[in-house]
């Protein structure tokens, strides 16, 4: 199983907070790289949050000092935490996986495994 599977997703009040979870199954290694991105309706896809194998982390201004990428290799699992939300962070939420390093990490086409996308809906 190569696709990565996102959970955590729902309904919270602006200023709430939750933590989206990326499960990946047949390994137990890091890969190059691991990323979240959003898509709003209407809205293109965007980056929101990477990870590298080094565990260097890349953020979008938009949620820089509010959402947290980390890991836990124990369970082969990639975090996204997410507090001080905001009714603009309303989106689908993905995990992406890259098989090889990421030259930027922010740009989707970097990425070969998606996951089915979780929603996050965040009322005022």
């Known amino acids: 199983q190569l696709q990565p599977v996102e959970s955590g997703g729902g309904l919270v009040q602006t200023g709430g907070s939750l933590r989206l979870s990326c499960a990946r199954s047949g390994r137990d290694l890091r890969l190059p790289g691991m990323g979240w991105f959003r898509q709003a309706p209407g809205k293109e896809r965007e980056f929101v949050a990477a990870?590298?194998?080094?565990?260097?982390?890349y953020y979008a201004d938009s949620v820089k000092g509010r959402f947290t990428i980390s890991r836990d290799d124990a369970k082969n699992t990639v975090y996204l935490q997410m507090n001080s939300l905001k009714p603009e962070d309303t989106a689908v939420y993905f995990c992406?996986?890259?098989?090889?390093?990421?030259?930027?990490?922010?740009?989707?086409?970097?990425?070969?495994?998606w996951g089915q996308g979780t929603q996050v809906t965040v009322s005022s």
């Open positions: 992406a996986s890259a098989t090889r390093t990421p030259s930027t990490y922010k740009d989707s086409s970097e990425y070969t495994y």
């Open positions: 990870l590298s194998w080094s565990d260097n982390t």
